[in-house]
């Protein structure tokens, strides 16, 4: 069982940064396939980065690429989102998740923006005033 915390979530200005942790438990090999999504008040889950570790590839929705990064430190299973210019919009609550083994990596990474993770962390809040 894989168990995932994120840290991180904080409320901000217009044009700041701020730093996502997600904690997985397990070895980083469980967790090679692995995304950010978020959620805000009224709307839908969104997948916004995802990122196949062993292979070192990203992709990233339109609403975020060139501001926001996704990144893996495999030596102690964690993953990060560095997310830069934030607008009001990026207000939410921020989720990450992980894919079995088993499904990763697909023949298109950028097919995960819209998959079914089968582990999901509790979220941290991200608000971002203008």
């Known amino acids: 069982q894989i168990r995932l915390t994120e840290s991180g979530g904080a409320s901000v200005q217009a044009g700041g940064s701020l730093r996502l942790s997600c904690a997985a438990t397990?070895?980083?090999?469980?967790?090679?396939?692995m995304a950010w999504f978020r959620q805000a008040p009224g709307k839908e889950r969104e997948g916004i980065a995802v990122i196949y570790s062993a292979g070192g590839t990203t992709a990233y929705a339109d609403t975020v690429k060139d501001r926001f990064n996704i990144s893996k430190d495999n030596d102690v299973n964690i993953l990060f989102l560095q997310m830069n210019n934030l607008k009001p919009e990026d207000t939410g609550m921020y989720f990450c998740?992980?894919?079995?083994?088993?499904?990763?990596?697909?023949?298109?990474?950028?097919?995960?923006?819209?998959?079914?993770?089968?582990?999901w962390g509790r979220g941290t809040q991200v608000t971002v005033s203008s």
């Open positions: 397990g070895p980083y090999y469980r967790t090679a396939c």
């Open positions: 998740a992980a894919l079995r083994p088993a499904n990763c990596p697909p023949a298109t990474l950028s097919l995960l923006l819209t998959a079914d993770f089968d582990y």
